[in-house]
C-alpha cells in the first residue's frame, strides 16, 4: 500500500563508486520529483519528471543522471561519488506540474554515506 | 538571500501553549503556499495548504499576505506529538515550474 517507496533505504559506499537509487509511486500521478536534503536538513529540488519528460534540471552535477522508465518510476544515478554527496535523498510525486497547486507525496528517503 | 526564509528555532514551548510561525518569501510571482511538517529521520507531509482568505484545520491555522509576501501557521493547544519541523514550501512557475522549500522551524512541545 506504500504510495512512494524507494529503495534502498540506506546506501554506504566508497568514494568514486556509482550507486542508484530507484523510486516508485502507485498514485498515478504523471509528475515525479528528487531532493536532496543535507546536513543542514536543507531540502533542495534537484530534478522534476512530468509524464517520463524531465521538466526541472537544478544545478546539478552531470554525475547526477535520473531515469524515468515510465511515468510510475523516477531512478536516479551517481557516478563517481563524492563525500560531498552525503545527504538524505527523497523521492516524491504530486499529480500536477504547472503551478504546483497540489500536495506532493513524499518517499521514506534514502540515507546515502560515502566514506 | 535565501527565497524562502524561516526562523528556524527551535521554539520550546508546554502543552496546551499556543506557538505561530512565519515565512517569508522574496519573489511576488509565487503562487502557491504550503505547510508540510517533517518528524525527525522521516519525510515530509503535508500539513496544510494556505490559502489567501486563510485558512484553519482544528488547532491549526494558516495565513498569507501577498502583500507583505508572508506566511504564517498557528498551532493552537500544543501537543507532544506537534513536535516536529515545520517547512515553508512556496511554489511558481516563472521560467519553469519550481518548488522552494524553507530551511524549516524546530518545534519542541514538552510536557
Known amino acids: 500500500d506504500t504510495a512512494v517507496s524507494q529503495t534502498p533505504k540506506y546506501l554506504v559506499t566508497q568514494m568514486g563508486n556509482d550507486k542508484s537509487i530507484k523510486c516508485e509511486q502507485n498514485l498515478g500521478h504523471d509528475t515525479m520529483y528528487w531532493y536532496k536534503q543535507d546536513s543542514k536538513k536543507f531540502l533542495k529540488i534537484m530534478f522534476s519528471y512530468n509524464n517520463k519528460e524531465l521538466i526541472i534540471n537544478e544545478t546539478v552535477p552531470n554525475r547526477f543522471s535520473p531515469k524515468s522508465p515510465d511515468k510510475a518510476h523516477l531512478n536516479l544515478h551517481i557516478n563517481s561519488l563524492e563525500l560531498g554527496d552525503s545527504a538524505v535523498y527523497f523521492c516524491a510525486s504530486s499529480q500536477d506540474r504547472s503551478g504546483g497547486q497540489y500536495e506532493q507525496y513524499f518517499g521514506p528517503g534514502t540515507r546515502l554515506t560515502v566514506t | ?111
Do not use: H
Not at chain 2, 495548504?49 to 498569507?64: I, M
Not at chain 2, 519541523?85 to 530551511?103: D, E, Q, S
Open chain 2, 1 to 111: 538571500r535565501k527565497e524562502v526564509e524561516q526562523d528556524p528555532g527551535p521554539f520550546n514551548v508546554p502543552e496546551g501553549a499556543t506557538v505561530a510561525f512565519n515565512c517569508t518569501y522574496s519573489n511576488s510571482a509565487s503562487q502557491s503556499f504550503f505547510w508540510y511538517r517533517q518528524d525527525c529521520r522521516k519525510e515530509p507531509k503535508l500539513l496544510m495548504s494556505v490559502y489567501s482568505s486563510g485558512n484553519e484545520d482544528g488547532r491549526f491555522t494558516a495565513q498569507l499576505n501577498r502583500a507583505s509576501q508572508y506566511i504564517s501557521l498557528l498551532i493552537r493547544d500544543s501537543k507532544l506529538s506537534d513536535s516536529a519541523t515545520y517547512l515553508c514550501v512556496v511554489t511558481r512557475n516563472t521560467g519553469g515550474f519550481k518548488t522552494i522549500f524553507g530551511a524549516g522551524t524546530r518545534l519542541f512541545v514538552k510536557a
